[in-house]
């Protein structure tokens, strides 16, 4: 994983952008996976009407999105529903026999398996085939366009008040914490399924020992009803430490707080790869399609990690990191692999085991 994402993060196209509106080059809709019927080429210009955006996103990425997209694409306009991965697929699966929403970007992870194969159709973009080694689709429904990777969100006034020093899962037992640490819930929140899956990769997947740290742990978490509120009322006081990952909480950095830090755990972290969707019947399935590429294309992520400042890491292996990124370089955290298929496979039988020790401890 760590060499993975060192060279994710090294490569350095000959030609960076400097705007949003840099030269995508052409866009074409067509598919490597299933027999979904494809647009053809078309100039970006000539796409019209809406595009209905399911997404887990933060705002800043979804205004990056929307700003870099309608530099190429002018003459569709962007519709956002929000919401947690739980929430949106539930919504979609709802909205089966009309659905409601064109695509899916975000909480859509490699560890998902087949599990919502119902909801989406059996296509991804031809960029999703020049992504790093590793990060290519595992299940032909999502095309991955970033990773997510694991963090501690510390807010360092609290810290000091309690005179502790956060560095690792270890440091997290301390009863100085109890009712300190949140957490969304891993039953509907992938980002809180990323944590779930880091605790298992530092200290052994689906063992005694990283069951038993699990329930020293949950004593101090409260369970709350988004991932962004983890790391926003971490921000706020309300908790010492957020457990969330990196590009939710550098925005709270970028715009402007002093008082937290993103604490890669010392004990180590991974990453969950995430992709957009497309959704079976949607009304828009063309403009659908263009995002999907535009997200997934080498010159689309080049665009948003420049508007962002290098707050996400993606995937496309000709994509351009910029210079001054908020996030560390890879070769500055400590990495951990994460047995993926195992956890797919393996999934709701964790999260039974999760929600049994949960009423046992916080019923």
């Given at each position: 994983?760590?060499?993975?994402?060192?060279?994710?993060?090294?490569?350095?196209?000959?030609?960076?952008?400097?705007?949003?509106?840099?030269?995508?080059?052409?866009?074409?809709?067509?598919?490597?996976?299933?027999?979904?019927?494809?647009?053809?080429?078309?100039?970006?210009?000539?796409?019209?009407?809406?595009?209905?955006?399911?997404?887990?996103?933060?705002?800043?990425?979804?205004?990056?999105?929307?700003?870099?997209?309608?530099?190429?694409?002018?003459?569709?306009?962007?519709?956002?529903?929000?919401?947690?991965?739980?929430?949106?697929?539930?919504?979609?699966?709802?909205?089966?026999?009309?659905?409601?929403?064109?695509?899916?970007?975000?909480?859509?992870?490699?560890?998902?398996?087949?599990?919502?194969?119902?909801?989406?159709?059996?296509?991804v973009s031809e960029h999703d085939a020049?992504?790093?080694?590793?990060?290519?689709?595992?299940?032909?429904?999502?095309?991955?366009?970033?990773?997510?990777?694991?963090?501690?969100?510390?807010?360092?006034?609290?810290?000091?008040?309690?005179?502790?020093?956060?560095?690792?899962?270890?440091?997290?037992?301390?009863?100085?914490?109890?009712?300190?640490?949140?957490?969304?819930?891993?039953?509907?929140?992938?980002?809180?399924?990323?944590?779930?899956?880091?605790?298992?990769?530092?200290?052994?997947?689906?063992?005694?020992?990283?069951?038993?740290?699990?329930?020293?742990?949950?004593?101090?978490?409260?369970?709350?009803?988004?991932?962004s509120g983890v790391f926003k009322n971490?921000?706020?006081?309300?908790?010492?430490?957020?457990?969330?990952?990196?590009?939710?909480?550098?925005?709270?950095?970028?715009?402007?707080?002093?008082?937290?830090?993103?604490?890669?755990?010392?004990?180590?972290?991974?990453?969950?790869?995430?992709?957009?969707?497309?959704?079976?019947?949607?009304?828009?399935?063309?403009?659908?399609?263009?995002?999907?590429?535009?997200?997934?294309?080498?010159?689309?992520?080049?665009?948003?990690?420049?508007?962002?400042?290098?707050?996400?890491?993606?995937?496309?292996?000709?994509?351009?990191?910029?210079?001054?990124?908020?996030?560390?370089?890879?070769?500055?955290?400590?990495?951990?692999?994460?047995?993926?298929?195992?956890?797919?496979?393996?999934?709701?039988?964790?999260?039974?085991?999760?929600?049994?020790?949960?009423?046992?401890?916080?019923?």
């Amino acid at each position: 994983m760590k060499k993975l994402l060192a060279l994710l993060l090294s490569l350095v196209m000959a030609l960076s952008l400097a705007a949003c509106g840099g030269d995508t080059g052409e866009q074409t809709d067509e598919g490597t996976t299933g027999d979904t019927e494809t647009t053809g080429e078309k100039a970006p210009e000539d796409y019209e009407g809406e595009v209905q955006l399911y997404s887990s996103m933060t705002e800043a990425d979804l205004e990056a999105l929307i700003t870099c997209f309608n530099e190429v694409y002018p003459n569709i306009e962007v519709v956002v529903t929000n919401g947690s991965a739980g929430e949106l697929t539930t919504r979609i699966d709802g909205e089966k026999g009309n659905p409601q929403g064109d695509l899916v970007w975000g909480g859509m992870a490699d560890s998902d398996g087949d599990a919502y194969a119902e909801i989406f159709e059996a296509w991804v973009s031809e960029h999703d085939a020049e992504n790093a080694e590793g990060f290519q689709s595992t299940n032909g429904l999502y095309s991955m366009d970033h990773l997510s990777t694991v963090v501690f969100c510390v807010n360092e006034d609290l810290e000091a008040e309690l005179g502790l020093n956060i560095q690792s899962y270890e440091d997290l037992l301390d009863p100085a914490l109890k009712g300190k640490i949140a957490t969304a819930d891993p039953n509907s929140s992938s980002s809180a399924w990323n944590n779930l899956s880091n605790i298992m990769a530092v200290f052994g997947t689906d063992s005694d020992e990283a069951w038993a740290y699990i329930e020293q742990l949950m004593p101090n978490l409260v369970v709350l009803g988004s991932s962004s509120g983890v790391f926003k009322n971490t921000q706020a006081g309300e908790y010492v430490v957020g457990l969330t990952y990196e590009d939710g909480a550098v925005n709270l950095l970028k715009d402007g707080a002093t008082n937290i830090r993103l604490q890669y755990p010392t004990d180590g972290t991974s990453a969950t790869v995430f992709g957009c969707a497309l959704i079976k019947g949607g009304p828009n399935p063309e403009n659908a399609k263009a995002m999907i590429d535009f997200i997934c294309s080498a010159e689309g992520q080049t665009a948003l990690a420049a508007y962002q400042g290098g707050t996400l890491r993606y995937t496309n292996a000709g994509y351009t990191v910029p210079e001054d990124a908020w996030l560390p370089a890879s070769d500055e955290i400590t990495w951990v692999d994460r047995d993926v298929e195992y956890l797919t496979e393996n999934k709701d039988a964790i999260l039974e085991h999760w929600n049994q020790l949960w009423a046992e401890i916080n019923g």
